[in-house]
């Protein structure tokens, strides 16, 4: 049945929940989240909610996690979202890469007394809607402080971050490449991951050890993990070896595999230039594919569950123990780099030869 949109006046077939409001004045419809926020102001969404928590995480290393967080958080922000950023590696390349660094980090509000740090005094404003509490070397020994803990260790975060209930509307994690307390903390704290997976053997491999992370978080801790993207990155359309993965990727993940983030050169450069790829390199491919991230992540939100529900536990224990997460027999071409050999046996499989 179509409707006509209440803001723009635009023809349109609503599909989801948030695409119509009931009033006073009768019942409206909206054919975008921008419609419906022009149209209702503060109330869109009935008021105050609680923030969309995410972390962004693989434990294989160089797989393009930061530059995601760090681009997924401004361009949210850049719609008219208040984000928080969190870095959680203590290499710190969150504040490396937009240039910035706070007078405290994450480590004096996980060590220190929370009566004495808050989340205000770590914070960073860096852009309009976008804040960002930095890490560095100190973070290693926040680790050793919590391992010290005697109770509820994989908690300190969650319980540090309670003050921002109701500042933000996103907040998004930037995990490092281990399976840490300090990671075990933002899995504690957030209710879905990200996954950025380079288009490479060994990234594959990271998956699989990221399904087995969060069945560990759900039997051990009680808490449940939703995998809500799966993001292929540093991506080169031309080679099989791309193609092939990103294949993988789909038949095991399905709608929630995000559209490819290509190899691009501008990605590597914006970091040094201080500048998220949309200051960088506004008119740039790489510019449009974490566009077109960012648009389909904010518009998942307001999707009802029936339709495009997250991956959860369960569903992830399957894929994980799964002998068939490996490309098709079909898409395998003789001398290529496979996945198959390590998802079907955990021991480390013989370097096969590589073509060009």
Do not use: W
Not at 39 to 49: M, Q
Not at 192 to 218: F, H, N, W
Request: hydrophobic share 35%; net charge negative; charged share 25%.
């Amino acid at each position: 049945m179509t409707e006509r949109c209440s803001v723009c006046a635009r023809p349109f077939d609503p599909q989801f929940a948030y695409q119509f409001a009931a009033s006073e004045a009768g019942r409206r419809f909206f054919c975008s989240l921008d419609c419906r926020k022009e149209g209702l102001g503060g109330t869109s969404f009935g008021g105050a909610r609680r923030a969309r928590r995410v972390a962004v995480l693989n434990q294989k290393g160089g797989t393009g996690k930061t530059t995601t967080a760090i681009n997924l958080a401004a361009g949210i922000a850049d719609r008219g979202f208040d984000v928080l950023l969190v870095d959680m590696d203590a290499q710190g390349n969150v504040g490396a890469s937009l240039g910035i660094r706070g007078e405290r980090s994450l480590y004096h509000l996980l060590a220190n007394d929370p009566t004495g740090t808050t989340v205000d005094d770590v914070t960073v404003p860096v852009r309009g809607h976008l804040d960002v509490i930095t890490a560095d070397a100190t973070l290693a020994a926040a680790e050793v402080f919590l391992a010290r803990l005697e109770h509820a260790r994989d908690r300190v975060l969650g319980d540090r971050l309670q003050s921002v209930r109701g500042k933000y509307q996103y907040i998004i994690l930037d995990c490092g490449p281990s399976l840490s307390i300090l990671n075990q903390n933002a899995l504690s704290f957030v209710d879905e991951v990200m996954i950025p997976v380079s288009c490479d053997y060994l990234a594959l491999v990271g998956v699989k050890q990221v399904l087995r992370t969060l069945k560990d978080i759900d039997r051990h801790l009680g808490h449940t993990v939703r995998i809500s993207g799966v993001i292929p990155t540093f991506f080169d359309g031309r080679t099989r070896l791309g193609k092939e993965a990103v294949e993988t990727l789909r038949e095991h993940f399905g709608e929630r595999l995000y559209t490819p983030i290509r190899r691009s050169t501008r990605l590597a450069e914006a970091p040094s230039h201080r500048q998220t790829i949309f200051e960088y390199a506004p008119d740039s491919f790489s510019a449009d594919d974490y566009r077109r991230l960012v648009e389909r992540f904010v518009g998942a939100e307001a999707q009802p569950s029936e339709t495009s529900q997250p991956i959860a536990v369960a569903d992830a224990a399957a894929v994980e123990s799964s002998a068939d997460f490996a490309p098709r027999r079909e898409l395998i071409t003789p001398g290529t780099l496979s996945p198959e050999e390590h998802f079907e046996t955990t021991e480390t499989p013989t370097e096969p030869t590589r073509t060009a």
